[in-house]
């Protein structure tokens, strides 16, 4: 399975060939933080599958917050191409999840550690979150998952 990032570059020439401009022109600008980002330290970075979603979802939720603020100062065709862009940007997104799978997630994992032999408090609660972030990664809001955590453990 193509990496994120492989995807993206594959899409360039598939909207190319398909005279999507408005898929070309963010694809291409997604392509260009990207670069940004790893050749922006001090010794060149490869950005994994984890960090490019991360990208991927700002990116994405910048295009909405500037369309609700296009749309607030009655730049309606402004405010429909900046959504346009962000449903671009969001189709390379892993599927969200929802709040029963999370806790489906959050019920193993403290059930997991409860039959290693581990007494869970809320002291522990940082046991708990770092696989459930690790396994939920960017398809759920991590306060909403940290609030599930926390309330397994009290």
């Known amino acids: ?3 994120l990032k492989e995807r993206l570059h594959a899409d360039v020439v598939t909207h190319m060939k398909s005279g999507n401009k408005t898929a070309l022109t963010t694809v291409r600008n997604v392509l260009g933080e990207i670069e940004t980002r790893e050749k ?3 010794t060149p970075i490869t950005l994994d599958e984890a960090q490019l979603t991360t990208l991927l979802q700002k990116e994405a939720s910048k295009r909405r917050e500037t369309a609700e603020i296009y749309a607030q100062a009655g730049e309606d065709s402004r405010a429909a191409a900046e959504l346009a862009e962000a449903e671009v940007i969001e189709a390379y997104l892993p599927k ?3 709040r029963d799978e999370v806790e489906q997630i959050v ?3 403290v059930a997991a550690l409860r039959a290693e ?3 869970l408090t809320m002291r ?3 046991q708990v979150m770092k696989p459930v972030t690790a396994e939920v990664a960017g398809r759920f809001d991590g306060k909403a998952v940290s609030e599930i955590v926390r309330a397994r453990l009290t």
Request: charge should be neutral; hydrophobic fraction near 20%.
């Open 117 to 119: 032999g581990t007494e």
């Open 1 to 3: 399975m193509p990496t």
């Open 107 to 109: 019920d193993r994992v």
């Open 96 to 98: 969200p999840l929802t």
């Open 124 to 126: 522990q609660m940082g």
């Open 40 to 42: 922006s330290g001090k």
